[in-house]
């Protein structure tokens, strides 16, 4: 199946800068959606961009999908400490359960 | 309206045990997924189910691990003769459609978890 990797693994930011994440897929798409994880509970889910989308907004958070280059890039602006939490990308597709990588895990100090 | 829940919040059980976790999804959602997720990891697909058919069980880990759902409703992951490999939190998601193999054509909603932990 494949798989979303999440780039860093760890980002440790001021509050008040912008946080970018990134998300790396092997094969093909349909979707691929963004979560959010506060102390190793439930998801929240955050975007879902299709495969003919290249760009979405959502308030702070903008998302990017550049399908040539199989990958996608999370920004969140104007950080707060309230968005410190571990940040996965879910990729789908054809055939394939969606699949999650191991997070970005995600610092922000007020 | 209601969002997914589960049950319980916490388990913790003796080696050998077995265990059932509990799931309830949103309701008229077609899909539920069950998930695994160790400590400081990403999430291990384990099952899903179209409907109360689960036409893919390649992720469960070994023959201790089951899971049924009543149409398309309540699911169980039963987990028998517990060992300490399997602590980690079991997240249940549930969506409104799904595509063929199980391909997610629609959001995902989480479960809070069940966080189990094996001495």
């Known amino acids: 199946s494949q798989q979303g990797e999440e780039d860093p693994q760890a980002l440790s930011i001021q509050e008040g800068e912008n946080a970018t994440m990134n998300c790396s897929y092997k094969?093909?798409?349909?979707?691929l959606q963004w979560y959010r994880q506060n102390s190793g509970r439930g998801l929240v889910h955050l975007i879902l961009i299709r495969s003919n989308e290249r760009e979405k907004h959502s308030g702070r958070l903008r998302v990017t999908l550049d399908t040539s280059k199989k990958s996608s890039s999370l920004l969140i602006t104007a950080s707060r400490a309230a968005d410190t939490a571990s940040y996965f990308c879910?990729?789908?597709?054809?055939?394939?359960?969606?699949?999650f990588g191991r997070g970005t895990s995600l610092i922000v100090h007020p | 309206g209601a969002g997914v829940s589960q049950s319980p919040s916490n388990k913790v059980t003796e080696k050998g045990k077995d265990v059932e976790l509990r799931c309830d999804p949103i309701?008229?959602?077609?899909?539920l997924y069950w998930y695994r997720q160790r400590l400081g990891q990403g999430l291990e697909f384990l099952i899903y189910?179209?409907?109360?058919?689960?036409?893919?069980k390649s992720g469960l880990p070994s023959d201790r691990f089951s899971a049924e759902r009543t149409g398309e409703s309540v699911s169980t992951l039963t987990i028998q003769r517990t060992q300490q490999e399997d602590s980690a939190v079991y997240l249940c998601a549930s969506s409104l459609l799904v595509g063929a193999g199980g391909a997610s054509t629609d959001t995902q909603y989480f479960g809070p978890g069940t966080r189990l932990t094996v001495l």
């Open positions: 189910f179209q409907g109360n058919s689960a036409p893919d």
């Open positions: 309701s008229g959602h077609t899909a």
């Open positions: 879910a990729t789908s597709g054809g055939s394939y359960i969606p699949t």
């Open positions: 094969t093909s798409i349909n979707n």
